[in-house]
């Protein structure tokens, strides 16, 4: 009886019945006594169910607050009320988005920390390797030889350079502040801006390059498609051997425009293939200087078009690289 509200009930339920009956009795005995029979029992009625409505919400408020100190896993016991179940359901869909967004952040963090453990090892290489160099370069006479330290450390400064500038990206596209414009692009001039960066390389080690491009138009960023796939490209001329061949090709279905990227490399082993769009993943045949990454920076670009990549290789024989860009999403 510490509630106010039943208190009030209580005396003005009590006064109105007390009263109804006084004024019965002027009509007769038995009506006065009907009168206080019914509005006893309607009075003690609604206090009996406005007590457990309070104790009901009661319970609400206990489990709001111990979900405000981080206990989600508990479970709001059945409620058969109009407006206490309505209530209760709305609470109940909160807390489970709130579970599901706590457990997000965990993994956020976990993978944060694993992020930054990655990348803290594959800066510390060349950081070590740039440190060495400097100490030699303060002792060495030979002027050849110091040519040959600077140059050391400019190929660790760009690998450097590449590997930050490909987590700027990445945390980008997961921060979500990139915005991927829906242009009509050539895949012709996709393939063709993609491979000016290597094909130097590609000369130096003489391998052949093979393309057969339709003249197909998709929708979607031209940077950033450039990006995903000069990143694919990357990854097969670093597989190929001297002499090698790369083959580069663009189809056109009713379902969906395509890029095959193909090469005649060192080829992925069976157990590697399901990670190799993982960041940070070195498989067994990785490149010494790979970092894991840019298939990784590659699958998240395409899906972020509604695109998707997969692959297939075999050791020995080389890796087949297959972009999609769907014509309609369903």
Not at 63 to 88: F, K, P, R
Not at 129 to 139: C, G
Not at 196 to 212: S, V
Request: aromatic fraction near 8%.
């Amino acid at each position: 009886m510490q509630n106010r509200e039943l208190k009030l009930y209580l005396v003005y339920g009590s006064i109105a019945t007390i009263t109804a009956a006084v004024l019965c009795l002027f009509v007769s005995v038995v009506c006065a006594g009907i009168v206080l029979v019914l509005g006893a029992g309607l009075t003690i009625f609604y206090y009996v169910e406005t007590v457990k409505r309070y104790r009901k919400l009661s319970e609400l408020n206990t489990y709001l607050s111990l979900v405000c100190s981080g206990h989600y896993d508990m479970q709001i016991g059945e409620n058969t009320e109009g407006e206490l179940s309505i209530l209760q359901n709305n609470l109940y869909k909160v807390i489970v988005l709130l579970r599901t967004q706590n457990e997000m952040l965990k993994k956020d963090k976990t993978f944060l920390a694993d992020a930054l453990a990655d990348i803290s090892h594959q800066l510390k290489t060349p950081l070590t390797s740039m440190m060495v160099m400097a100490d030699l370069l303060k002792v060495e006479e030979s002027k050849e030889k110091r040519l040959e330290f600077v140059g050391i450390i400019e190929t660790q400064l760009e690998k450097m350079r590449w590997l930050l500038s490909n987590l700027l990206k990445f945390s980008k596209l997961d921060a979500g502040t990139v915005v991927l414009k829906q242009d009509s692009i050539s895949l012709s001039k996709v393939i063709e801006e993609s491979l000016k960066p290597f094909m130097l390389m590609m000369d130096l080690k003489n391998l052949t390059l093979k393309r057969d491009v339709a003249d197909v138009m998709i929708r979607g960023d031209f940077n950033w498609t450039v990006e995903a796939v000069s990143n694919v490209i990357k990854n097969c001329i670093e597989h190929l051997p001297e002499g090698g061949c790369l083959t580069i090709t663009a189809s056109s279905t009713s379902i969906y425009d395509a890029i095959l990227i193909q090469d005649t490399g060192t080829g992925i082993a069976p157990e590697d293939l399901p990670h190799i769009f993982e960041r940070f993943y070195h498989g067994k045949n990785a490149s010494k200087d790979s970092v894991g990454i840019g298939l990784a920076l590659a699958k998240t670009i395409l899906q972020k078009e509604h695109g998707e990549i997969t692959v297939n290789s075999e050791v020995s024989v080389g890796t087949t690289f297959e972009i999609r860009f769907y014509k309609a999403i369903v």
